[in-house]
T-cell receptor, first 118, second 114 residues
Framework: GAVVSQHPSWVICKSGTSVKIECRSL??????MFWYRQFPKQSLMLMAT?????????EQGVEKDKFLINHASLTLSTLTVTSAHPEDSSFYIC??????????????FGPGTRLLVL | GENVEQHPSTLSVQEGDSAVIKCTYS??????FPWYKQELGKRPQLIID?????GEKKDQRIAVTLNKTAKHFSLHITETQPEDSAVYFC?????????????FGKGNQVVVIP
């Protein structure tokens, strides 16, 4: 149980295009999902917290107009990198909390999406 | 906010020996402490977690200890095997009150030498 998927697993795009990444909880309902960014050999940097049916909460320094988050249902959150530039190239990982577990703190991670902007 | 420090940054051990990674945290209100294992290019996987109402938890070769007074917690891996080689992240957070966030340490590269 507690499986999280992401799509696509990797994407290469031209500078200036927008890229959408999907995060799905496959066997549980997630009222809260998190989006992280990870650079090579570095830790996970939280970008934003996504809540079903409401606006995402962005961390300081993360541009909300650049990284659009939509949490449309209890099993799906999307991150759209708008007008992507080479500096946006990174490994993007989502995580989700299972609202029905006794302890709801646990976050389950997706497999990540590797974005390369040319 | 919470600040989690993780030491050492790199740890090499001989196969069969034990590995210990220590993390310290700053927020005394934190009460949930998970450990994640991340292999190269893969997702972080939860391997063990502990809540502040217990001081130790064990799962086969893996154990975690918590010292609330000193605000540190440690991951212990016994009888290490090559497949234990990975980056290990510790984290800390409060029990869910709205959007509780996990504060991650910088990670520890564990290398098990066959």
């Amino acid at each position: 149980g507690a499986v999280v998927s992401q799509h696509p697993s990797w994407v290469i795009c031209k500078s200036g295009t927008s890229v959408k990444i999907e995060c799905r909880s496959l066997d549980f309902q997630a009222t809260t999902m998190f989006w992280y960014r990870q650079f090579p050999k570095q830790s996970l940097m939280l970008m934003a917290t996504s809540n079903e049916g409401s606006k995402a909460t962005y961390e300081q320094g993360v541009e909300k107009d650049k990284f659009l988050i939509n949490h449309a249902s209890l099993t799906l959150s999307t991150l759209t990198v708008t007008s992507a530039h080479p500096e946006d190239s990174s490994f993007y990982i989502c995580s989700a909390r299972d609202r029905d577990r006794e302890y709801q703190e646990t976050q389950y991670f997706g497999p990540g999406t590797r974005l390369l902007v040319l | 906010g919470e600040n989690v420090e993780q030491h050492p940054s790199t740890l090499s051990v001989q196969e069969g020996d034990s590995a210990v990674i220590k993390c310290t945290y700053s927020d005394s209100a934190s009460n949930y402490f998970p450990w994640y294992k991340q292999e190269l290019g893969k997702r972080p996987q939860l391997i063990i977690d502990i809540r502040s109402n217990v001081g130790e938890k064990k799962d086969q070769r893996i154990a975690v200890t918590l010292n609330k007074t000193a605000k540190h917690f440690s991951l212990h891996i016994t009888e290490t095997q090559p497949e234990d080689s990975a980056v290990y992240f510790c984290a800390a957070s409060r029990r869910p009150r709205g959007n509780n966030r996990l504060a991650f340490g910088k990670g520890n590269q564990v290398v098990v030498i066959p």
